[in-house]
Structure formats: structure tokens, C-alpha cells
């Protein structure tokens, strides 16, 4: 069965400064596709950056950037130059790109910005 | 484009009763699929349908169904409440055939008492 772990509950950042949030799955599968969502206080899922499996290159999406370490199964989300508005829950998520495709999510990590 | 569209966004029901909730997905996106959030589960996957068939269930009692209708339109029904179905119920929609990422609504926030 395909399961995703975050081990990190809560995390916090300096504005303006990088975090990094950990993520590692388990899968048999070989082609898959792995997302960071983002969850603020409205409740809303927001997609912030997905990978597919089968690409080497590590996605980027402005200042939110992952390392894919697909023989590790790790799929890291980092932020860079976090700003106050990053503060939100953080979901890691995997889906199978073919079969059994609901989408797993891993328990989340909740992100404190300072200011 | 309009993004997904939940109705309603909070709903308090007694408990033996039962709820429909309603998720309009983006136009064009043919898949739908919910999920129940809660503090102690996470996020756990109840179903997906796709042009009108249930293409995959989760783990939950038969309590919870659902449905799709012709325009993509769906909803879920939750029948017989138990305090335990207190949550944020998350509807997501997709565009096509293969599996890609899934674009969520604001959830429907059911409560129970």
C-alpha cells in the first residue's frame, strides 16, 4: 500500500529566510506523481508545486522548489525567501499515475512565518 | 475559470440523520473525488468518480455513497450520522482520463450533534 509520512509536525521560519519540509513515501509503483499542497486558515487545498516521477529534473515553481530523491522516495519542498503569507498547512501527496489513483496524503506540516 | 464549488460550506446535523453535499467540479474536468478531513485521520480518500461510475472507493462504511451526474456535477450522502462524521468534507476535481493533480473546493464543514 502506498503511504506518505511527514515527520514533521510544525516548522518555523524566519521571513525571509529558506525552510525545507520533509517527505518520504512507499510505493511499488513505478510511475507516479508526487504534489505539495498548501492549506491556510481558509481551508482551501492549493497546489503548489507537483513532480512526476519519470522526470530526473526537480520541479520549481518560483520560490517553492523540490528535491526528488526517487530511489530514497523522498520529495522535499523547499521555500525560499518565505514570506508571511507561506504560513499554512503543508500536505505532501502522492498519487499513482495508473493504478489506484486516489491521492495519499501524508498527516501535514504546519508552517509558522516570523516576522 | 471558476475554480471548484462546494455547497454548503458548513452544515450542523443531529446525529441519525442524513446529509447531501454537493461539489460542482471546473468546467471540462470529467473526475471527482472526496475526501474527509479531520484532526486525528488526516486526509483520508472516500471516492472518485468519473463520467458517472465510481472508478474507486476508500475505506468507509456504506453509510457513505455518491454520485455523478451527466455534467459532472456530484454529490455525497451520508445517512444514519454519527458523532464520528464530524469533519471537513474536501471535494477535488480532475480533467481527464490519467491521473494527474487534483484541484480542490473550500469544503464542506459538517457537524455533528
Known amino acids: 500500500a502506498q503511504t506518505v509520512t511527514q515527520s514533521q509536525p510544525e516548522m518555523s521560519v524566519q521571513e525571509a529566510e529558506t525552510v525545507t519540509l520533509s517527505c518520504t513515501y512507499d510505493t511499488s509503483e513505478s510511475d507516479y506523481y508526487l504534489f505539495w499542497y498548501k492549506q491556510p486558515p481558509s481551508r482551501q487545498m492549493i497546489l503548489v508545486i507537483r513532480?512526476?516521477?519519470?522526470?530526473?529534473q526537480n520541479a520549481t515553481e518560483n520560490r517553492f522548489s523540490v528535491n526528488f530523491q526517487k530511489a530514497a522516495k523522498s520529495f522535499s519542498l523547499k521555500i525560499s525567501d518565505s514570506q508571511l503569507g507561506d504560513a499554512a498547512m503543508y500536505f505532501c501527496a502522492y498519487r499513482a499515475r495508473y493504478n489506484n489513483n486516489d491521492m495519499r496524503f501524508g498527516a501535514g506540516t504546519r508552517l509558522t512565518v516570523k516576522p | 475559470k471558476a475554480g471548484v464549488t462546494q455547497t454548503p460550506r458548513y452544515l450542523i446535523k443531529t446525529r441519525g440523520q442524513q446529509v447531501t453535499l454537493s461539489c460542482s467540479p471546473i468546467?471540462?474536468?470529467?473526475?471527482v473525488s472526496w475526501y474527509q478531513q479531520t484532526p486525528g485521520q488526516g486526509l483520508q480518500f472516500l471516492f472518485e468518480?468519473?463520467?458517472?461510475?465510481?472508478?474507486n472507493k476508500g475505506n468507509f462504511p456504506g453509510r457513505f455513497s455518491g454520485r455523478q451526474f451527466s455534467n459532472s456535477r456530484s454529490e455525497m450522502n451520508v445517512s444514519t450520522l454519527e458523532l464520528g462524521d464530524s469533519a471537513l468534507y474536501l471535494c477535488?476535481?480532475?480533467?481527464?482520463?490519467?491521473?494527474?493533480?487534483?484541484?480542490f473546493g473550500q469544503g464542506t464543514r459538517l457537524t455533528v450533534v
Open positions: 468546467s471540462g474536468h470529467r473526475s
Open positions: 468518480y468519473f463520467s458517472e461510475t465510481q472508478r
Open positions: 513532480q512526476e516521477a519519470y522526470k530526473q
Open positions: 477535488a476535481s480532475s480533467p481527464g482520463t490519467r491521473n494527474t493533480e487534483a484541484f
